[in-house]
């Protein structure tokens, strides 16, 4: 859904709000009472490396129930101000009727900045939303007479059953049935990559089942030596690659992999040569937009296309890369007027991330057939809109705890299990049990092999192995399987205690994957496994074991 102004008066016309969709009647089930406690109110919370937690509350919980008599306005109003859209919330809601078993849902492009509400008048409980309004997130814009104004597009649908099975219905179908494996070396060399270390690590991982060697931040040259906060430049660090990218490539193909490799296009670090260049950045108030360690280019400016078409789409033809990380690791808070001739901060923010959205287009028309990876701190653009724009994305930023399997569950809600990219960081002190934990984790979607594979040892290797085998041979079940979640809910991601049993179901086939988090004894949970079904593979730790017992 969404919505367009046509100006059809001889003046301009100045809008302060624009909703996308407006969805009410939300339940019509009852009459002119609805059963206290009968609906839900759902949103998915958002902070580094803990994306996508559940929040699902009764509506009288936020005031949203009728009141006396008719009258009187009840507002839960949230949002996102900037260019990291999923940094505090998803810009996704819901309302539940339990007894009926029926969940609405509606969820925003996500651009940018963005405001979704519930609310209830009367008896008309309603979700509406689409951008910001001027007061919240200051959103507006001037139409000229005959000319009109297109809203960013919103997504509802209703369905019966459990959260992930009506969410899919939001998501742009994948056709896919092949997961190619990613060695990513973040965390392997944490922002220190070199020529060497690739060499190194390509000769090890060619025997073993991997498609494609990525080099994240740190390759470039830096004033200060640092990844964050000296990129932006863009030239290749000689003294950690003296023969510059191609060579590198050059190896990883020889290896039998695609090459990648990592940019931050859209902002520059602060100690950058290219932060000087004040004409090139965005601006608000006439000073340019500076956070801790970042500064941020003005995509809307020909000059500024022209230096990044010069220092990355050229260097990726030239080089030979098959993969591109784009990663976006600050925002610009409210935004800023004047970009692109924006008339108000957040619509300056919609022309913005339209050009860095170009950018991506240009990309793909100079490397025909590039995956390009959606990286933002992790997860903070998980929306509709970044995610449908790119061939996978970066899961979280959770690179090595236990809360893995927690957040990559519940992000099946607004992202296919084929784009949903997460890590698994191994160590040459990690025990059986730990690789197994870590591994499995990323069968909820895709591989993202990481860690010092230089000191494994060959009892280590049988393990990734193993289970690296068992994903490529289920990669389709992967794929195209329906997600699902049974257990109960996990209170802290930092130290979870429970279980949790998720996985894939499609045709005559099921994908069980168990996890157990820090339980203080042994447990015994039932597995509702339809009548004659039976086992027909399995890999895992040996400390989780099968009883074909019923009860």
Not at 62 to 88: C, H, I
Not at 373 to 397: K, M, Q, Y
Not at 431 to 450: K, M, N, Q
Not at 481 to 510: C, N, T, W
Request: include cysteine; charge should be negative; proline fraction near 5%.
């Amino acid at each position: 859904m969404w919505t367009a102004f046509i100006n059809g008066r001889p003046t301009t016309q100045h809008l302060v709000w624009l909703a996308s969709f407006c969805l009410s009647g939300v339940s019509p089930f009852y009459g002119d009472q609805m059963p206290a406690g009968t609906l839900d109110l759902i949103r998915l919370r958002s902070k580094w490396a803990m994306e996508g937690r559940i929040e699902e509350r009764p509506i009288e919980d936020y005031d949203l129930e009728t009141s006396w008599k008719p009258s009187g306005l009840a507002l839960e109003q949230f949002g996102q101000n900037g260019t990291m859209p999923v940094r505090r919330f998803f810009p996704y809601v819901g309302l539940r009727d339990r007894a009926a078993d029926v969940t609405w849902l509606a969820e925003l492009a996500g651009q940018a900045s963005w405001q979704l509400n519930v609310s209830r008048l009367d008896d008309r409980l309603a979700i509406f939303g689409g951008l910001p309004d001027a007061d919240n997130g200051q959103w507006f814009t001037d139409i000229a007479p005959g000319k009109d104004y297109t809203s960013p597009y919103a997504y509802l649908t209703v369905g019966t059953g459990d959260l992930l099975t009506v969410s899919r219905r939001l998501q742009t179908p994948i056709k896919t049935t092949e997961l190619p494996i990613i060695y990513n070396e973040w965390g392997t060399s944490w922002g220190n990559p070199s020529a060497d270390l690739v060499h190194e690590s390509v000769a090890l991982l060619q025997d073993h089942h991997v498609d494609c060697y990525v080099i994240d931040a740190g390759w470039y040259d830096s004033p200060d030596g640092n990844w964050d906060g000296g990129h932006g430049d863009w030239l290749v660090d000689v003294d950690r690659f003296p023969a510059g990218m191609a060579p590198v490539v050059q190896d990883i193909h020889a290896h039998g992999m695609q090459a990648g490799i990592w940019y931050e296009y859209e902002t520059v670090g602060r100690n950058s040569t290219k932060s000087a260049d004040t004409e090139a950045l965005v601006k608000r108030d006439g000073i340019s937009v500076t956070t801790m360690k970042r500064r941020f280019l003005d995509l809307t400016q020909p000059a500024v296309q022209t230096y990044l078409r010069e220092r990355m789409v050229q260097h990726l033809v030239a080089s030979g890369f098959d993969y591109l990380k784009v990663d976006y690791n600050d925002s610009t808070g409210i935004g800023a007027a004047g970009i692109g001739g924006a008339t108000s901060p957040a619509e300056g923010l919609q022309r913005l991330t339209d050009a860095a959205l170009a950018m991506l287009q240009e990309v793909r028309q100079a490397v025909p057939g590039i995956t390009i990876e959606n990286c933002a701190s992790g997860g903070h653009r998980l929306t509709p809109t970044w995610i449908d724009a790119t061939d996978v994305s970066s899961f979280s930023d959770a690179h090595e705890t236990h809360s893995i399997p927690i957040i990559a569950t519940n992000e099946l809600n607004v992202i296919p299990a084929a784009k949903n990219l997460i890590w698994c960081v191994v160590h040459p002190e990690d025990s059986p049990d730990e690789l197994y934990f870590h591994l499995i984790a990323t069968f909820l979607g895709r591989v993202c092999f990481s860690g010092d594979i230089r000191q494994l040892q060959p009892s280590q290797w049988q393990i990734i192995d193993q289970c690296l085998a068992f994903y490529q041979h289920y990669a389709a079940l992967i794929a195209q399987g329906a997600p699902f979640r049974e257990g109960p809910a996990v209170l802290s991601y930092h130290d979870p205690v429970g279980y949790q049993i998720s996985g894939f179901k499609q045709d005559k086939q099921m994908l069980v994957l168990v996890f157990g988090y820090n339980l203080p004894a042994r447990r015994f949970v039932n597995l509702d496994i339809p009548t004659g079904w039976r086992l027909t593979d399995a890999v895992g730790s040996t400390a989780i074991q099968r009883t074909d017992q019923a009860g």
